[in-house]
């Protein structure tokens, strides 16, 4: 079955600092992976979206992501970021349930980062 | 423009009611998805409708009623509401794509409180 782990439930960077959020799937196709944040009170916005070719794949907000198929894993980065990056981020797995390509969106459990002035 | 929207916003209700959500996309696309987001924010899929057929069901209690009166709508139904229910219920749209796959647009969530 398919799954996604975000290891970490809670991280505190400083603002300016660089900034990883771990993502780890289970799945045994070629995956679409994809990462969504939610700020406070807010629906969900993509960040940014794995489905093939390059394996580093640029985002909006200066947000980066990328696909490691050996260790199963999407981390996403940012080299410096801002106080409004605070919010929760969302690891997902497109999970394909017909040949026609319908799918569902797996979720991981979220990230929750909060970032010191 | 908002793309995918959803009322109410807010809901509060006492155990044993009805209620229903209503969910409205204005992107045109095909397929509608109801997801359920609980107090520790993870998220899980409860239906999907294309072109107003049902394609998904998760292990949802059958007190969860979805309707698609067309493409652009997708309500959810809830009767005899429980204390579990309260939860925050996302809306969502995509365009399917055969053989590849498509951008999910989430609606803003509706908050929904059982007391």
């Known amino acids: 079955a398919q799954s996604v782990t975000q290891p970490d439930i809670h991280i505190t960077v400083s603002e300016g600092a660089s900034l990883e959020l771990r993502c780890n799937y289970s799945?045994?196709?070629?995956?679409?992976l994809f990462w969504y944040v939610q700020s406070p009170g807010q629906g969900l916005q993509l960040l940014l979206k794995y489905f093939s070719g390059d394996t580093l794949v640029q985002g909006i907000k200066g947000f980066e992501a990328e696909f490691k198929r050996s260790q199963s894993s999407f981390n996403l980065r940012k080299p410096s970021v801002h106080w409004s990056d605070a919010a929760e981020y969302f690891c997902a797995v497109g999970a394909p349930m017909f040949s026609g390509g319908y799918n569902k969106l797996i979720f991981g459990a979220g990230t929750r980062l909060a970032v010191h002035p | 423009d908002t793309a995918v929207s959803q009322t109410p916003k807010y809901l509060v209700t006492q155990m044993g009611n009805d209620k229903s959500i209503k969910c409205e996309q204005n992107?045109?696309?095909?397929?509608m998805y109801w997801y359920k987001q609980d107090s520790k924010k993870f998220l899980k899929i409860m239906f999907s409708?294309?072109?107003?057929?049902?394609?998904i069901n998760e292990t949802v209690p059958n007190r969860f009623s979805p309707k698609s009166p067309d493409k652009a709508h997708l309500n959810l139904h809830i009767n005899s509401l429980e204390l579990g229910d309260s939860a925050v219920y996302f809306c969502?749209?995509?365009?399917?794509?055969?053989?590849?796959?498509?951008?999910?647009?989430f609606g803003p969530g509706t908050r929904l409180t059982v007391l």
């Open positions: 969502a749209s995509s365009q399917e794509v055969a053989g590849g796959t498509w951008e999910q647009f």
């Open positions: 409708y294309n072109n107003k057929e049902l394609i």
């Open positions: 799945y045994g196709a070629t995956p679409y």
């Open positions: 992107l045109g696309h095909d397929t």
